[in-house]
């Protein structure tokens, strides 16, 4: 399955605007499969956990605060070459450009819409940080 699944979220903010449904469809209508798929809302130390590799960094605390906001829509997507595909859908983390997901629907480089694994290996981190195993068969 490797290769094959990428991890996804929408943010607090997507959701709170209501584009859950809007942001659903275009993953399936690009190919992505549903493997898995939760709303909640993370308490702090996951939201910390989640972004360790950013502690430290000047967005650190404010990311964790925003994450926290509100629920989420944790998801696993299935496509051949997931994550690269992905990535390239919901655009850069800043100035995405026109057509993808956080071009349409973020409204700042924090508040941007969605999460996407950056690398096979944590997506399957980040999936086994949502989802039991029995979840992903
Ligand atoms: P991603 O892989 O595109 O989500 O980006 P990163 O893993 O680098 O950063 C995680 C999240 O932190 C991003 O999606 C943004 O919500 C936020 N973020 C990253 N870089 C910045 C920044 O320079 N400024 C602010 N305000 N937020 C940032």
Known sequence: MAGNIT????K??????????KILDRF?????KIKAMRYT????????TFYA?????????????????GPVVALVLEKENAVADYRTMIGATSNPAEGTVRHQFA?????????????????????????AQRELL
């Open 41 to 48: 809302r993370l308490c702090k130390c996951e939201a910390e």
């Open 12 to 21: 607090p903010d997507a959701v709170g605007k209501g584009y859950t449904g």
């Open 53 to 69: 590799v950013h502690k430290g960094k000047d967005f650190y605390e404010p990311l964790v605060e925003f994450m926290t906001s």
């Open 107 to 131: 409204e700042s480089t924090r508040l941007n819409a969605v999460h996407g694994s950056d690398s096979d290996e944590n997506a399957q981190i980040e999936a086994g940080f949502f989802f």
């Open 7 to 10: 991890f996804s979220m929408i």
């Open 28 to 32: 399936i209508s690009e190919g992505f």
